[in-house]
T-cell receptor
Framework: GAVVSQHPSRVICKSGTSVKIECRSL??????MFWYRQFPKQSLMLMAT?????????EQGVEKDKFLINHASLTLSTLTVTSAHPEDSSFYIC???????????FGPGTRLLVL | GENVEQHPSTLSVQEGDSAVIKCTYS??????FPWYKQELGKGPQLIID?????GEKKDQRIAVTLNKTAKHFSLHITETQPEDSAVYFC?????????????FGRGTSLIVHP
């Protein structure tokens, strides 16, 4: 299957700082990438859909100024958690969709802990 | 919008037994149904998928069935092994706002006892 990488795998930061998470499709070009948030023992919560070269589409209840998404190329999307607070601590997972076949492949996730 | 129900939430089996996880969906326009396996601390991994023009698909010990009329699909794992222990998510994908967006079930925690 296709490979999606995510960096960093885990990050610990102080409250008030910003954190950037990168998502890369390594062996295919992804016009669409997705960002999810997952709380312990819960399902995947879609935060936003990121389309290359255009603004991201955010799900209801997700603050676009808080979670900045940039999809500058066909293989890279970034999620920046601005002015992070302890309640932003979570497992963030990206996925990239293979064009035409619509199959999504997920990255390994980023564990964010805000102190 | 699409609504996906997944059952059971927890499934405990003995090694070698079969495991079945069931999902139902609400949007008849959904046409793509992937299954993902998520191990602790990792991202979901695609294990099998099925499209609406197919009723059944098999890959070694894993099979998926789809009943479009009843709007339900199931994952079947035969000869379970301890390494099959993980959380499994189903998803139904429908066109939403010009883009195909998957809706995930709440997950099934499969525990295979050696």
């Amino acid at each position: 299957g296709a490979v999606v990488s995510q960096h960093p795998s885990r990050v610990i930061c102080k409250s008030g700082t910003s954190v950037k998470i990168e998502c890369r499709s390594l062996d295919f070009q992804a016009t669409t990438m997705f960002w999810y948030r997952q709380f312990p023992k819960q399902s995947l919560m879609l935060m936003a859909t990121s389309n290359e070269g255009s603004k991201a589409t955010y799900e209801q209840g997700v603050e676009k100024d808080k979670f900045l998404i940039n999809h500058a190329s066909l293989t890279l999307s970034t999620l920046t958690v601005t002015s992070a607070h302890p309640e932003d601590s979570s497992f963030y997972i990206c996925s990239a969709r293979v064009p035409v076949v619509e199959t999504q492949y997920f990255g390994p996730g980023t564990r964010l802990l805000v102190l | 919008g699409e609504n996906v129900e997944q059952h059971p939430s927890t499934l405990s089996v003995q090694e070698g037994d079969s495991a079945v996880i069931k999902c139902t969906y609400s949007d008849s326009a959904s046409n793509y149904f992937p299954w993902y396996k998520q191990e602790l601390g990792k991202g979901p991994q695609l294990i099998i998928d099925i499209r609406s023009n197919v009723g059944e698909k098999k890959d070694q010990r894993i099979a998926v069935t789809l009943n479009k009329t009843a709007k339900h699909f199931s994952l079947h794992i035969t000869e379970t092994q301890p390494e099959d222990s993980a959380v499994y998510f189903c998803a139904a994908t429908a066109l939403s706002g010009g883009s195909y967006i998957p809706t995930f079930g709440r997950g099934t925690s499969l525990i295979v006892h050696p």
